[in-house]
C-alpha cells in the first residue's frame, strides 16, 4: 500500500518547483492532495497534469484562508511551502542597510504570515479529524545563517524555523497528536533561482559560483526534498515532531558556513 493512502493534503506555492514536486510524490504515494498558488493558470495547469484538484490560494491573505477552511474542513496533511525571495522582479537592495521596509514586510508577509496562517488553519482543521495530522513547513538554510544580500528572505526563514517548534509544543500542549516539522533546503534548482542565474555564458559561471561552497558541488533537485516531505507527512514519522531536517548537499556539516553573495 502506498505510504500516504487515504489521507488529505495540501501544499501552498505548488505550481512549479519544490512545491509541485511534493504535490507529485503525495499523489504516487495515494493522497488526495490539494494543490494550491496565487498564479491560478500555472496552477490549474500544473494540477492537471498531475491529477488533483487546484484551489486558488493567496497565502498572506486570510479571508483565502477562511475560504479553503470551508472548501477543504478536514486535513490530513498542511505544506506550507508558498515563498518569495523578493528578487522576483529583478535585483533590488535587500542587505540591512538599503533594503526598503515596503520590501522587508512584503517578503515577511509571503512567508511568514502565510505560514502563521497555514498553521493556524490547519491546526483546526486537524482537531476535526481527531486531532491528527502533519503541518510541514519549508524554511531555508537561510534561516540557519545570515544572508547579507537577502537579509528579509533569511530573516522570514528563521522565524518560520521557530514558529514550526512553537506549534509542535502547542500542539502537545493541547494533547493534540498534531506534528510540525521544518525542511531547510539550500541551492535546490527551481524557478526561484532564476532572476539571480541570468542567462548564456553568465547563467554558467553563476550557477558554479553559487554551488562553489557546496561540498556536493551541485544545486539540489525537487524530488529530493519532496522525499523528505513525504517522510513527514506519512505515519512513518509518527515520533517526529519539531525537527529541522536540512537538505543542502553538507554544507551546513562543517564548522562553519558562508553564505555567499
Same mark, same amino acid.
Given at each position: 500500500?502506498?505510504?500516504?493512502? @487515504?489521507?488529505?493534503?495540501? #501544499?501552498? @506555492?505548488?505550481?512549479? @518547483?519544490?512545491?509541485?514536486? %511534493?504535490?507529485?510524490?503525495?499523489?504516487?504515494?495515494? /493522497?488526495?492532495?490539494?494543490?494550491t498558488? %496565487?498564479d491560478?493558470?500555472?496552477?490549474q495547469v500544473?494540477?492537471?497534469?498531475?491529477?488533483?484538484?487546484f484551489?486558488?490560494?493567496?497565502?498572506s491573505?486570510?479571508?483565502?484562508?477562511?475560504?479553503?477552511?470551508?472548501e477543504?474542513?478536514?486535513?490530513? #496533511?498542511?505544506?506550507?511551502?508558498?515563498?518569495?525571495?523578493?528578487?522576483?522582479?529583478?535585483?533590488?537592495?535587500?542587505?540591512?542597510?538599503?533594503?526598503?521596509?515596503?520590501?522587508?514586510?512584503? #517578503?515577511h !508577509?509571503?512567508?511568514l504570515?502565510?505560514?502563521?496562517?497555514?498553521?493556524?488553519?490547519?491546526?483546526?482543521?486537524?482537531? !476535526?479529524?481527531? @486531532?491528527?495530522?502533519s503541518?510541514?513547513?519549508?524554511s531555508?538554510r537561510?534561516?540557519m545563517v545570515?544572508i547579507?544580500a537577502?537579509?528579509?528572505?533569511?530573516?522570514?526563514?528563521a522565524? %518560520?524555523?521557530?514558529?514550526? !517548534?512553537?506549534?509542535?509544543?502547542?500542539? /502537545?500542549?493541547?494533547?493534540?497528536?498534531?506534528?510540525?516539522?521544518?525542511?531547510?533546503? /539550500?541551492?535546490i534548482?527551481t524557478?526561484?533561482?532564476e532572476?539571480?542565474?541570468g542567462e548564456?555564458?553568465?547563467? /554558467?559561471?553563476?550557477? !558554479?559560483?553559487?554551488v562553489?561552497?557546496?561540498?556536493?558541488?551541485?544545486f539540489?533537485?525537487p524530488?529530493?526534498?519532496?522525499?523528505?516531505?513525504?517522510?513527514?507527512?506519512?505515519?512513518?514519522?509518527?515520533?517526529?515532531?519539531?525537527?529541522?531536517?536540512?537538505?543542502?548537499?553538507?554544507i551546513?556539516a562543517?564548522?562553519?558556513?558562508?553564505?555567499g553573495?
Amino acid at each position: 500500500m502506498a505510504r500516504l493512502t @487515504g489521507k488529505t493534503c495540501l #501544499v501552498t @506555492g505548488a505550481a512549479r @518547483g519544490i512545491g509541485e514536486a %511534493i504535490v507529485r510524490a503525495f499523489v504516487d504515494e495515494g /493522497a488526495q492532495v490539494y494543490l494550491t498558488d %496565487i498564479d491560478q493558470q500555472a496552477g490549474q495547469v500544473a494540477a492537471k497534469d498531475i491529477g488533483c484538484q487546484f484551489l486558488p490560494l493567496d497565502v498572506s491573505v486570510e479571508s483565502d484562508w477562511a475560504r479553503i477552511a470551508g472548501e477543504v474542513p478536514v486535513l490530513d #496533511v498542511l505544506v506550507n511551502n508558498a515563498g518569495i525571495t523578493g528578487f522576483e522582479h529583478g535585483m533590488v537592495a535587500h542587505d540591512p542597510e538599503n533594503a526598503s521596509l515596503q520590501d522587508w514586510r512584503a #517578503v515577511h !508577509k509571503v512567508n511568514l504570515d502565510g505560514t502563521f496562517l497555514g498553521c493556524r488553519y490547519a491546526i483546526a482543521a486537524m482537531r !476535526k479529524n481527531g @486531532g491528527n495530522g502533519s503541518i510541514i513547513n519549508i524554511s531555508s538554510r537561510s534561516g540557519m545563517v545570515g544572508i547579507p544580500a537577502a537579509a528579509a528572505y533569511a530573516s522570514s526563514k528563521a522565524a %518560520i524555523r521557530n514558529h514550526s !517548534k512553537t506549534v509542535a509544543l502547542y500542539c /502537545a500542549q493541547e494533547r493534540l497528536n498534531i506534528r510540525c516539522n521544518s525542511i531547510h533546503p /539550500a541551492a535546490i534548482l527551481t524557478p526561484m533561482w532564476e532572476p539571480m542565474l541570468g542567462e548564456g555564458d553568465k547563467r /554558467a559561471a553563476s550557477m !558554479k559560483k553559487l554551488v562553489a561552497d557546496i561540498p556536493m558541488h551541485r544545486f539540489g533537485e525537487p524530488c529530493e526534498v519532496a522525499a523528505i516531505a513525504v517522510l513527514l507527512a506519512s505515519d512513518e514519522a509518527a515520533y517526529m515532531n519539531g525537527s529541522e531536517l536540512t537538505i543542502d548537499g553538507g554544507i551546513l556539516a562543517g564548522s562553519s558556513a558562508s553564505p555567499g553573495e
